[in-house]
């Protein structure tokens, strides 16, 4: 039977990005596999912002988790383009979350003051501040904005990134490292032997190892069912609208609009309870165009060529879930929204964790028993 030290299922961003922090920890030999089914595009669907404000405004420790995450950003973006020859088209830019009118201004205004305090218990700080429509206006001075802009939330210290090339380098720098990734791979079971040895059943036959992460998004839910294990996560539909390529004039990525580096305008914020239905919608186009064009009126003039809907996996309460499986200590399961932010914690602290090489004071917090009532 064929076998490794420690089998990862699932590579998109969270399986990829904890598969390279194994190798790099020396975890011996590790066998990455993905199912790759064209249905499943999340990793390949989202947004590509690499972001902490506004994260955890009701789960402080989630908060605190997305304002490390964009600490270790720049130097894990370098790092990993070393390792795999990538650009992943990281800007460092800093962002911005705009607001309509000034009652938003002022409850803006009041998530910073509280996000402030919450990083600041674990010695962390909170670089965002409140910018008038003016001082908003000199930061991104090509584009105009709506009439209704009041201003807008910002800090320097995030920004936006090519999440297919950030995918496909942690892929890769994972292999150079001496990893083994194998596409076309479906994990039908999961089977705990007495002694620790975990065997696989897949369609190409059987696997064995001696540590598993299970990081296959919503195929996690059957997968750990057997093993007594309800993963507490649900589908949340978000669609995306993609539009022509246009001189480059936003200069920062902001929550609902970002331009990218080729010049596309990239416009989505939508939520919908859909199960797993990743259609989109004619309404859910037209409700963001309008937001859009309501920031950037120069919006309207710019053809939109494409879209897609993508299923997030979200949480009760938003934040990650990292947790061993209670009676089989040497399975972990990963899932969670925003694993383009968190990437490099995925590497730098979630893999050690799992390898047994390090730990971290947040992560008994996002057990996945934290939702059993
Ligand atoms: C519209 C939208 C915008 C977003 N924007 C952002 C953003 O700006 N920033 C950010 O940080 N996050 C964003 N996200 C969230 C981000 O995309 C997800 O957190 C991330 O893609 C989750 O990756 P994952 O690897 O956990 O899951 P997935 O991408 O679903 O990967 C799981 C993998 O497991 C495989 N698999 C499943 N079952 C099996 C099996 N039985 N055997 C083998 N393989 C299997 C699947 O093929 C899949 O490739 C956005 C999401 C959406 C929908």
Redesign the pocket.
């Known amino acids: 039977m064929r076998s490794a030290d420690t089998i990862v299922?699932?590579?998109?961003?969270?399986?990829s990005a904890i598969a390279l922090g194994l190798v790099r920890e020396g975890a011996g030999r590790v066998m990455l596999?993905?199912?790759?089914?064209p249905t499943?595009r999340?990793?390949r669907?989202?947004?590509?912002?690499t972001?902490f404000m506004c994260k955890g405004a009701s789960h402080p420790i989630y908060a605190q988790w997305s304002r490390l995450a964009c600490q270790h950003w720049p130097d894990f973006a370098a790092r990993l383009e070393e390792e795999s020859g990538y650009n992943i088209e990281l800007e460092w830019t800093g962002g911005a979350v705009h607001a309509i009118g000034e009652e938003e201004f002022k409850v803006h205004t009041e998530s910073i003051e509280g996000l402030k305090a919450v990083c600041a218990q674990v010695g962390l700080d909170y670089p965002v501040k409140m910018l008038d429509r003016q001082e908003l206006a000199e930061l991104i001075p090509k584009i105009e904005l709506g009439p209704e802009v009041s201003g807008a939330m910002y800090t320097p210290e995030q920004g936006h990134v090519n999440p297919l090339k950030l995918m496909a380098a942690m892929r890769a720098a994972f292999q150079n490292k001496g990893g083994t990734f194998i596409g076309a791979?479906?994990?039908s079971a999961i089977l705990p032997k007495t002694g620790g040895t975990i065997i696989l059943k897949t369609n190409t036959g059987d696997y064995q190892c001696q540590k598993l992460v299970v990081?296959?998004?919503?195929?996690s839910t059957r997968?750990l069912a057997p093993l007594g294990e309800k993963l507490h996560i649900y589908p949340q539909r978000?669609?995306?609208m993609v539009t022509q390529r246009h001189k480059r004039v936003l200069s920062i990525p902001m929550l609902c609009v970002r331009q990218t580096p080729d010049g596309t305008f990239v416009i989505?914020l939508s939520t919908e309870d859909t199960a797993l239905d990743n259609r989109v919608t004619t309404e859910a186009m037209q409700s963001q165009a309008a937001n859009a064009i309501r920031l950037f009126p120069m919006l309207a003039k710019v053809n939109w060529v494409r879209a897609w809907g993508?299923?997030?996996?979200m949480t009760p309460d938003g934040a990650p879930i990292y947790s061993r499986i209670p009676g089989n200590d040497n399975i972990t399961v990963v899932?969670?929204?925003?694993?383009?932010?968190?990437a490099p914690l995925a590497v730098n602290i979630v893999a050690p964790w799992i390898g047994g090489t390090g730990d971290h004071e947040l992560l008994p917090h996002f057990k996945n028993g934290r939702f059993d009532v």
């Open positions: 299922i699932g590579g998109g961003l969270s399986g596999f993905d199912e790759q089914l499943q999340l990793s669907g989202n947004f590509g912002l972001w791979q479906t994990v990081a296959a998004g919503h195929g997968l978000g669609q995306l989505g993508a299923i997030r996996v899932a969670l929204h925003s694993a383009v932010s968190l």
